[in-house]
């Protein structure tokens, strides 16, 4: 079974103070790792997809990497308005499998 | 503009009485799906679509079901729903060769 695990649950920043959320995953034949963005309220919007790996891809603010058990979404000197849920989530077949989300908080 | 579209937004009904959350989607996907969130679960996918007449179970498909007779239409039906089915509610969409899915708003759906 396609496991995903996120952490931490919730991170709470300063503005500028550079983090890393966490994204564990077993899968039976990797398609591809998702990183999405999700705000109150709203539904998750698409933010990076990685294949291998060794891939890495960057989005502002945000760089997100791949290995083979894990990937990670980094932040550098985040601002208030990168406040929201992080999910991440794995295909295998024709399914997503997605993690808990981890809750950025942060503070100017 | 590419979107997805929901309908109901919100809806608050009783046991037993079905129900039909609408989703459309203009950007001519072929694959189609839903969601549900709920707090600690996370979201798990209940049906989704290759394609028209095409449909598959996901994680947690029991008490829903589902059509697929147009492209850009993926309605969720919930036959005789139960408090249990409270939760909020997501369909996504996306070409078949790109895993990038486009999400609905949500449905907040409560069932008293």
């Known amino acids: 079974e396609d496991q995903v695990t996120q952490s931490p649950e919730a991170l709470r920043l300063q503005e500028g103070e550079s983090s890393s959320l966490n994204c564990s995953y077993t899968?039976?034949?990797?398609?591809?790792l998702f990183w999405y963005r999700q705000d109150p309220g709203k539904g998750p919007e698409f933010l990076f997809t990685?294949?291998?790996a060794g891939e890495e891809k960057e989005k502002e603010r945000l760089k997100a990497t791949l290995t083979k058990k894990e990937s990670f979404l980094h932040i550098t000197a985040p601002k208030p308005e990168d406040s929201a849920t992080y999910l991440c989530?794995?295909?295998?077949?024709?399914?997503?499998?997605f993690g808990g989300g981890t809750r950025l908080m942060v503070k100017p | 503009e590419a979107q997805v579209t929901q309908n109901p937004r919100y809806l608050i009904t009783v046991t037993g009485k079905k129900l039909t959350v609408t989703c459309s989607q203009n950007?001519?996907?072929?694959?189609m799906s839903w969601y549900r969130q709920d707090p600690g679960l996370g979201l798990r996918q209940i049906y989704y679509?290759?394609?028209?007449?095409?449909?598959d179970k996901g994680d947690v498909p029991e008490g829903y079901k589902v059509s697929r007779k147009e492209k850009r239409n993926f309605p969720l039906i919930l036959e005789s729903p139960s408090p249990n089915q409270t939760s909020l509610y997501f369909c996504?969409?996306?070409?078949?060769?790109?895993?990038?899915?486009?999400f609905g708003e949500g449905s907040r759906l409560t069932v008293l």
């Open positions: 996504a969409s996306r070409g078949l060769n790109t895993g990038e899915l486009f």
């Open positions: 899968v039976s034949g990797l398609r591809g």
């Open positions: 990685l294949y291998s």
């Open positions: 989530a794995v295909q295998a077949r024709n399914m997503l499998t």
């Open positions: 950007m001519n996907h072929e694959y």
């Open positions: 679509s290759m394609n028209v007449e095409v449909t």
